[in-house]
């Protein structure tokens, strides 16, 4: 007996539930028995089936959260100057963030997601900076010391917005 889907391999399996003869290449192992993949219908759940509308709305949303906390984040460190600060502020960015848009998406959930909420940690913290070398073009530098931390709270934030959609 020949596979249904692969005519050149001899097969003595049959799908559980049509009786289609299947090869262990395209064999699924379901609770139930082999199935042929028609059959055992693997499909994504809902959670992930993420459409084209659904990632519009999600990178609208991200962008419009990314220039509030941006502009948030910018002025909270214009008027908390301590340093260590910026560390609380990356994750708050990336939960705000990462709510917002699983909100507006209906608490959908996927890569694409979570990618799209992570630029938004991306563009809030460029949003920050712009909005630092504008107010205080004097005071604001870039250290080593400096640079590192903020890459670390950005690298939080992106940490906590992809938790929140993954």
């Known amino acids: 007996m020949q596979c249904a889907a692969h005519p050149n391999v001899e097969t003595n399996l049959r799908c559980g539930k049509c009786g289609k003869p299947i090869c ?76 917002v848009v699983g909100l507006a998406v209906n608490r959908k959930r996927g890569r694409g997601l979570a990618m799209v909420a992570s630029l938004g940690v991306v563009i809030s913290y460029l949003v920050s900076i712009m909005l630092l070398s504008v107010v205080m073009p004097w005071g604001f530098h870039f250290g080593v010391f400096n640079i590192a931390l903020d890459l670390v709270a950005v690298g939080l934030g992106i940490f906590v917005a992809v938790t929140r959609l993954r």
């Open 24 to 99: 262990p290449k395209c064999m699924v192992q379901t609770a139930v028995g082999a199935r042929c993949p028609e059959c055992a219908r693997l499909y994504k759940l809902p959670t992930y089936r993420v459409s084209k509308q659904y990632y519009l709305r999600a990178i609208g949303t991200a962008l419009g959260m990314a220039v509030v906390t941006g502009l948030l984040w910018g002025a909270l460190r214009i008027f908390i100057s301590f340093f260590i600060f910026n560390l609380l502020l990356g994750p708050g960015a990336g939960y705000v963030i990462g709510e």
